[in-house]
């Protein structure tokens, strides 16, 4: 299982660095989002994308000031 998850590991950094520093970002955003929309839809709360990627941004001082996914 361990060489398993390094294996994926060593790809996701192989495919880093063919995409610029704010694609990363707004792509980790993007999966944050999803995980916290899922969340909270499980609890019965609804949240906007994009209220949710407004504060993932906010929080971790992503400097993606301009950032929409919509």
């Known amino acids: 299982m361990q060489k ?4 994926k590991f060593g790809q996701l950094n192989a495919i880093e660095k063919f995409i610029s520093s704010d694609d990363t970002k ?3 955003i993007d999966i ?3 995980e916290a929309i ?3 839809a499980i609890e019965g709360e ?3 994308r994009s209220s949710v ?3 993932i941004n906010k929080i971790l001082k992503l400097g ?3 950032y929409s996914a919509e």
């Open 64 to 66: 993606l000031e301009d």
């Open 32 to 34: 944050l989002s999803s």
């Open 53 to 55: 990627h407004s504060s």
């Open 38 to 40: 899922a969340t909270s």
């Open 4 to 7: 398993r998850i390094n294996y």
């Open 26 to 28: 707004a792509l980790f």
């Open 46 to 48: 609804i949240l906007q």
